[in-house]
């Protein structure tokens, strides 16, 4: 990114890098998949030239190292000013860096980030920063925001579930702000990445052809209010209750209590080698969840009745039983159990709520009822598992 973002260090003795080139880029690689960051970077180069009508002509450089440490390195090889950052992309060297981040999600998230600024700056702002710090961070953030499956990027999409949580960062530092819309939009209030974000996201869906003459005209460094005025006039009261809604309309639909968690199409993967768990912001009445077992052995379902990370039940689903088994205070404890098909490869779990109760079913096979209380979510222990939910 072009401002600084917080990154953290993961690896002490990384493995060494690859090159990896693609139709448009030359990646350098530490600690990620090369074929697979060069596939979505392809992804993300089409819908780039798609958003902004044109591409570089040249080819592009992105640099992922395993560390801070050899982040760090780079910039001072390449001459450029080290940054406290998670990635940076820098004009003088047409390049971005960047380094592992604590997710593959985030990780993912900053490569799109970053490369977006590359590819913005280079088509849009004569490879110089545009005049709103908003604008410049929000746009790399809504098209890092992302769903990739192996083969098809998605950007500029609510993410299911993320660390980072940008929807609600946003909604709680906009009214921190006291709801200044205006003062934000004009760049006389500072604001983060996250209402950067919300408010690029905001305008390019509902604001299209106001957008992009204000668009333009920070691209070619013009005063931000001045461009604010002439391409959207005076911030009404209206304008800025539409924002708010819609913020609060669109929030992450899954907060992580452990990771790790991402969206991969039309489906949700969790992954850790030991408990993750994730909960449903407003979960519906019933809960139907095909589970495919990705790596390990089979281990995951559901999380419910969480009241905090030291009291709550799950429905523990394996190839050959299901169980609900409540943690208590670093305890486990089961409360029922019973055998399921084994010819069902993929089994589907099931939370339903009836009445004051829970009920807790795999493959059309009731498990438990319990009184619900809490939260609910998805759940795993030890193994990588895609859950695909019913709707």
């Known amino acids: 990114m072009i401002l600084p973002l917080l990154g953290l260090t993961l690896l002490a003795c990384p493995p060494p890098g690859v090159e990896h080139k693609t139709a448009h880029y030359d990646l350098y690689a530490e600690s990620v998949g090369a074929e697979d960051a060069g596939a979505m970077l392809e992804e993300l180069h089409a819908h780039l030239s798609k958003y902004f009508g044109r591409a570089p002509k040249e080819r592009l450089r992105i640099e992922v190292y395993a560390t801070f440490e050899k982040f760090q390195e780079a910039l001072k090889r390449d001459k450029v000013a080290t940054v406290e ?4 992309y820098a004009p003088e060297t047409r390049k971005g860096y960047l380094y592992v981040q604590p997710s593959e999600y ?28 908003w604008y410049t961070e929000g746009l790399a953030e ?3 925001t992302h769903n990739w499956d192996g083969k098809k990027l998605e950007t500029g999409v609510i993410a299911a579930a993320t660390l980072e949580d940008f929807p609600a960062k946003a909604l709680k530092q906009f009214g921190d702000l006291k709801e200044d819309l205006d003062g934000i939009a004009k760049g006389t209030v500072a604001c983060d990445r996250s209402v950067g974000w919300a408010l690029v996201h905001f305008l390019v869906n ?39 809604d819609w913020l609060a309309s669109h929030q992450q639909p899954l907060r992580i209590v452990w ?4 969206e991969r199409g039309n489906a949700i993967e969790g992954k850790s080698q030991t408990g993750c768990g994730a909960m449903f912001r407003d979960a519906p009445s019933t809960i139907e969840a095909a589970i495919e077992l990705k790596k390990g052995t089979l281990k995951a379902g559901f999380m419910f009745n969480f009241k905090s990370k030291d009291d709550y039940m799950t429905l523990q689903v394996t ?10 205070k670093g305890i486990w404890r089961q409360v029922s159990g019973a055998e399921i098909d084994k010819a069902v490869a993929t089994p589907v779990a099931s939370y339903r709520r009836d009445g004051e ?9 009731e498990i438990g009822r319990l009184k619900a209380e809490g939260e609910v ?5 030890a193994c990588e598992v895609w859950f695909r939910l019913k709707k």
């Open 85 to 88: 950052a998670g990635g940076f």
């Open 106 to 133: 985030w990780t993912r998230q900053l490569i799109l980030h970053e490369a977006t600024h590359q590819f913005h700056l280079l088509t849009s702002a004569g490879n110089t920063a545009p005049s709103a710090a």
């Open 142 to 144: 809504y098209f890092g």
């Open 206 to 244: 509902n604001h299209a052809v106001r957008w992009k003459s204000l668009a333009a005209q920070l691209d070619t460094r013009k005063n931000p209010e001045k461009a604010w005025e002439k391409s959207f006039g005076k911030t009404s009261p209206e304008f800025v209750k539409s924002f708010k």
């Open 259 to 262: 990771q790790s968690w991402q």
């Open 319 to 328: 190839a050959e039983r299901a169980s609900v088994v409540k943690w208590d």
């Open 357 to 365: 109760d829970a009920v807790l079913s795999v493959n059309g096979k």
């Open 377 to 381: 979510g998805l759940w795993l222990e």
